[in-house]
């Protein structure tokens, strides 16, 4: 019903760079039981022709990011967080439409990810934004062995994406 505007503040979007790295490592740490190190993000920002990530601000502050690798005609998204604080305020759903945006706009046709079985936060998010369940990779996470949902989504064509572009963006 109430799809923007949930929380006080501009809201934007830019693609990160190395200088981002401290800001979301604070995010990293605070997100997942297997963060990355921030020699994986160098990699990845600076070796990894594949990926793509972005950073969200709001009022200029980073709060969020995700990231995507996008290899022939699929997306494969690596991670994606908010910061705690700004949880639950419709800031995941944004970042992830802006990543699937993204995603279409470069001429991705589908996207998928892999999530821990039991985090059914993320899974509410990705079902919401049209992904469905096609798969379990058995004990994928190393800390505790747990199973990975994989999950799939439809993108729009380039075409029809760039033409709502202009309309998200407050
Ligand atoms: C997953 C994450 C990015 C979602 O971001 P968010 O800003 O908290 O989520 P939003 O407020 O945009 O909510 C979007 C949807 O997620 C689900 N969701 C969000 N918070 C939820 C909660 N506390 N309980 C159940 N579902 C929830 C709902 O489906 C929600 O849609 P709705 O509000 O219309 O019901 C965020 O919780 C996060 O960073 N978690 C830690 C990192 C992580 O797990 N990343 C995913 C790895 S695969």
Redesign the pocket.
């Known amino acids: 019903m109430e799809e923007s505007n949930q929380f006080p503040g501009e809201l934007s979007f830019r693609l990160m760079t190395i200088e981002d790295i401290p800001d979301v490592m604070v995010i990293e740490h605070e997100?997942?039981t297997l963060p990355w190190t921030q020699e994986a993000f160098r990699n990845e920002l600076t070796n990894n022709h594949f990926a793509k990530y972005m950073i969200m601000e709001l009022d200029g502050k980073p709060i969020?990011y995700a990231g995507m690798w996008t290899i022939m005609d699929e997306a494969h998204i690596t991670?994606?967080?908010?910061r705690e604080a700004?949880?639950?305020?419709?800031?995941?759903?944004?970042?992830l439409d802006e990543l699937m945006r993204t995603a279409a706009y470069v001429g991705m046709k589908r996207i998928t990810?892999?999530?821990?079985v039991s985090?059914?936060?993320?899974q509410?998010?990705y079902?919401?934004k049209g992904f469905t369940p096609s798969g379990i990779r058995k004990g994928y996470y190393s800390d505790n062995h747990e199973d990975a949902l994989i999950m799939w989504a439809d993108l729009p064509s380039a075409e029809s994406s760039a033409g709502e572009e202009g309309s998200e963006q407050e």
Do not use: Q, W
Request: avoid cysteine; proline fraction near 0%.
């Open positions: 997100s997942f969020g991670n994606i967080a908010v700004y949880r639950g305020r419709k800031l995941g759903e944004r970042l990810l892999e999530v821990r985090n059914t936060v993320a509410g998010l079902e919401k």
